[in-house]
């Protein structure tokens, strides 16, 4: 029996796997946050992230390698930090799908999915140090007021996605905790 044609190596990016992986949010960066599950490949893909679709179906973005971490508290309420990683082969890929998100946020401010109504609230650009263009929201249901928040960030040929929702420590907001630590995801881009 003859064996079938070879299947084509799926294509692959510039930064290794490991090196997405060393990218991503360390523990020391959220030593709140220690029960951490992690995920990086150098394959291209040129899937959006779905949690910036919104009321719109995902569309295609430019070919980019991806990371994540999930990174929990130990304690049940406590915020939790959920990071997408996305290199693109250049910086205007990496806006060319920054702006797509920043559409799809200002076109879907009120919206039902799978019967629940979500509103995206403060709505609005962020400044992150280190990063070329920012913009943060709070997705919100009438069961939870605080819903999620969303920041994204582009710095270079990279987006950062940070998604989070829980009890921000004490003395902030959701959202400028989140401002605050996607400083420090945008500055493991440049170390």
Do not use: I, W
């Amino acid at each position: 029996m003859a064996a079938g044609p070879a299947a084509s190596p799926v294509p692959t990016g510039s930064v290794t796997a490991s090196a997405l992986r060393s990218r991503l949010l360390q523990t020391s960066d959220l030593p709140d946050l220690s029960n951490r599950r992690e995920f990086s490949s150098a394959d291209l893909s040129t899937q959006a992230a779905p949690q910036l679709a919104l009321c719109h179906d995902t569309q295609p973005v430019p070919a980019h390698e991806l990371a994540s971490v999930l990174a929990k508290p130990n304690q049940l309420g406590k915020a939790q930090v959920f990071q997408v990683l996305s290199a693109f082969t250049t910086a205007s890929q990496a806006q060319q799908a920054y702006d797509q998100a920043l559409r799809d946020a200002r076109t879907c401010l009120h919206y039902t999915s799978a019967g629940a109504v979500f509103t995206v609230r403060d709505l609005g650009t962020v400044t992150v140090s280190g990063a070329d263009a920012a913009f943060h929201y709070r997705l919100t249901t009438p069961s939870v007021v605080a819903g999620d928040v969303r920041t994204l960030a582009r710095a270079g040929k990279y987006l950062v996605l940070l998604t989070g929702y829980g009890r921000p420590p004490t003395g902030q907001t959701a959202l400028g905790f989140q401002q605050s630590v996607m400083t420090s995801a945008v500055r493991r881009l440049v170390r």
